[in-house]
């Protein structure tokens, strides 16, 4: 392991780090029941989240799995097998508990009301009582209309976010993305209307042509709809998105503006829980008791993924529009025994374990709780990884009490922290994938 300095030293944006390991360090599994593979594990505080693959258009930026345009029948088969799915993975689990609930994508919004409608006959499979399960759902503004949000509203979604990405016109459409603000300000009108209690706006520095004036502009315009949270995410360039593929490049004037973004935000009573996330004062949290360090996941849908302690699986990935397709295809296929079975995914020794325990805490403002890892591995951090000694002489981190919690240098180099902290093994696999 290189040591830290050189990672910050080489870029403060290494990767974004909010999953450990990165679906790239997946590989093809021999086959495994799903009964067999929650047989002992704590299903009393499970995440469910639901993944639909669709988009009105496809931003420059986007890695995700995702499709555009998809036609109707395809959306209709889509539901179809994640009714499926989810009816045989509720037999394999067996007697659980759904503490939190996601719906992701692409754009769940993008399917009609109907089809919402549909959506949520789905996850009552799981017995989902929702106005006491905090629930989150994605939206954009094209497909953020008054008849989608009352169903939201209708089943307690007590957390909306919507990817607004910049309120300078130039700018998002620099990215492939022709939107108008009038549209944005329509729909952002819509959520608050609807009464959901936690807006979220998604807002990206780093585009073509920002500026630290436009940007304090993108940010200022975004408070006058009082978010209780806003995400701030630098521009990455990833193989196979619209913009990976012009070869563009630029440098660190995304930390300025980060600096600029969080600095704003806290004067205007923001606070930082990661380097991402800013909530505003007073704002409910919108999480439950669902913890990511040791409770598990439920993935529904072709690009959702699952956790347990020890694996973690999904369907193959992809980000080009044919590998996206094929898997797509493949997945509105599958009987109910591939629906009962595991074939790609991550067996997690004891040595990640460890790291993405670590990972996961470290790079939120909570911390890492050493009673917490002691009670888990039976050991300290400090003393299964000493290189963690680094982050206290770079003044990254300090220890308080039982916790070891990121200084504010320490969010900033979040995205140089998180994949110094990843095994060799698994950069070595990630490093080897071929993204389709």
């Known amino acids: 392991m290189s040591t830290?300095?050189?990672?910050?030293?080489?870029?403060?944006?290494?990767?974004?780090?909010?999953?450990?390991?990165?679906?790239?360090?997946?590989?093809?599994?021999?086959?495994?029941?799903?009964?067999?593979?929650?047989?002992?594990?704590?299903?009393?505080?499970?995440?469910?989240y639901l993944?639909?693959?669709?988009?009105?258009?496809?931003?420059?930026?986007?890695?995700?799995?995702?499709?555009?345009?998809?036609?109707?029948?395809?959306?209709?088969?889509?539901?179809?097998?994640?009714?499926?799915?989810?009816?045989?993975?509720?037999?394999?689990?067996?007697?659980?508990?759904?503490?939190?609930?996601a719906i992701g994508g692409g754009t769940p919004t993008y399917l009609s009301p109907a089809e919402l409608e549909q959506l949520y006959e789905i996850t009552d499979l799981f017995g989902i009582d929702y106005a006491n399960t905090p629930s989150s759902v994605e939206t954009s503004p094209a497909t953020a209309t008054v008849d989608r949000l009352n169903i939201l509203a209708e089943h307690h979604t007590q957390r909306i976010s919507v990817g607004v990405q910049?309120?300078?016109?130039?700018?998002?459409?620099?990215?492939?993305?022709?939107?108008?603000n009038s549209k944005v300000f329509s729909a952002l009108d819509n959520i608050r209307k609807a009464g959901i209690p936690i807006?979220?706006?998604?807002?990206?520095?780093?585009?073509?042509?920002?500026?630290?004036e436009s940007w304090l502009f993108t940010l200022r315009t975004a408070l006058e709809f009082q978010p209780e949270e806003i995400f701030l995410y630098p521009l990455y360039v990833r193989p196979l998105t619209g913009i990976g593929k012009e070869g563009r490049s630029w440098d660190d004037e995304r930390q300025e503006l980060y600096l600029r973004g969080r600095d704003y935000l806290l004067e205007q009573g923001y606070q930082q829980v990661s380097m991402r996330m800013f909530r505003r004062g007073g704002s409910p949290a919108g999480e439950g008791e669902y913890c990511c360090q040791n409770d598990g996941m439920v993935g529904l849908g072709c690009g959702a993924r699952s956790y347990t302690r020890q694996l973690h699986y999904s369907n193959e990935y992809a980000v080009g529009q044919t590998g996206v397709k094929a898997i797509l295809q493949d997945f509105v296929q599958r009987s109910?025994?591939?629906?009962?079975?595991?074939?790609?995914?991550?067996?997690l020794d004891d040595d990640n374990q460890k790291r993405r325990f670590i990972i996961q805490s470290l790079l939120h403002s909570s911390g890492l709780s050493l009673p917490l890892y002691h009670a888990r591995f039976g050991s300290l951090p400090m003393q299964d990884f000493p290189q963690l000694s680094e982050l206290f002489l770079l003044d990254l981190a300090t220890e308080r009490g039982?916790?070891?919690?990121?200084?504010?240098?320490?969010?900033?180099?979040?995205?140089?922290?998180?994949?110094?902290?990843?095994a060799k093994s698994v950069n070595n696999l990630m490093h080897g994938y071929e993204l389709k």
């Open 4 to 48: 830290l300095k050189q990672h910050i030293l080489t870029t403060p944006y290494g990767a974004y780090t909010y999953a450990y390991p990165h679906k790239t360090a997946y590989r093809q599994l021999p086959p495994q029941q799903l009964s067999d593979i929650w047989k002992y594990e704590d299903k009393s505080q499970l995440f469910l």
């Open 51 to 101: 993944h639909i693959p669709f988009c009105e258009m496809r931003c420059g930026f986007c890695n995700l799995f995702t499709t555009v345009n998809a036609s109707a029948s395809l959306e209709s088969e889509y539901l179809l097998a994640l009714r499926r799915q989810a009816t045989i993975i509720k037999e394999q689990l067996g007697d659980s508990h759904i503490a939190q609930l």
């Open 402 to 422: 039982d916790r070891i919690t990121l200084t504010a240098k320490g969010l900033t180099y979040s995205d140089a922290i998180g994949p110094w902290l990843y």
């Open 336 to 347: 109910d025994d591939d629906f009962a079975q595991v074939h790609y995914g991550f067996q």
């Open 166 to 180: 910049s309120f300078v016109e130039e700018e998002v459409k620099s990215v492939g993305r022709p939107q108008r």
């Open 199 to 212: 807006l979220n706006i998604d807002l990206i520095y780093g585009l073509a042509w920002q500026t630290a």
